[in-house]
């Protein structure tokens, strides 16, 4: 055999070699991208030249598994019992260049502690919340949240928190009783374990 002929048969295998390299990198990076676009997980780029970009938007139901964690937070204990929330998301913005997103929510929170073998109310509060979370390193976080202000400053402080399209539902108030399960069902549930 030649030696050219030789040389030929080594650049073919080398070829044929990257090829099935490159083509088994394109099927796994097709299989990686469709399976992101399933999934609630979100995950940074990963290219090292620029900053991480996290992909929005989020969905919904992400930004209200984070409000029923948090928002227990904006109420205060005054009989050291338990903070139990029933929310409403009237809607939320998403801001691409900052990785924030901005909820506007109806907050119902109530405390419940045990008295005499009794389940008693504590303190509670039922207000429009806006609550600012923000996509760090592939994870939303809560990062705080802003309520309105008392008397005379509520409306105005209405129309500064929320965007105009959500100002009128949110002057009327949200009928608390329409929350399923309501603050005091879950402190049932949760203190007859």
């Not at 088994?24 to 609630?40: A, P």
């Not at 209405?158 to 879950?186: D, L, R």
Request: charged share 15%; glycine share 8%.
């Amino acid at each position: 055999m030649s030696k050219g002929a030789l040389i030929v048969i080594i650049l073919l295998v080398l070829a044929t070699g990257a090829f099935a390299t490159l083509k088994i990198t394109q099927n796994q990076t097709t299989k990686n991208e469709s399976n992101e676009q399933t999934t609630e997980e979100i995950t940074p780029s990963s290219s090292a030249s620029q900053s991480p970009v996290v992909p929005l938007p989020v969905s919904e139901s992400l930004i209200n598994e984070q409000l029923k964690s948090y928002l227990p937070n904006i109420g205060e204990l005054a009989y050291n019992g338990k903070i139990f929330c029933s929310h409403y998301l009237y809607g939320f913005d998403e801001d691409k260049s900052t990785n924030m997103v901005r909820a506007y929510v109806w907050a119902y929170c109530e405390e419940y502690y045990q008295q005499n073998g009794q389940l008693t109310m504590g303190s509670g509060v039922s207000e429009p919340v806006l609550v600012t979370l923000e996509l760090q390193n592939g994870v939303l976080g809560v990062q705080g949240h802003q309520e309105p202000g008392n008397g005379s400053l509520y409306a105005s402080s209405i129309k500064e928190m929320f965007p105009e399209k959500y100002y009128n539902e949110v002057i009327k108030g949200y009928q608390v009783n329409q929350f399923k399960p309501s603050p005091k069902e879950q402190a049932e549930a949760y203190y007859v374990q």
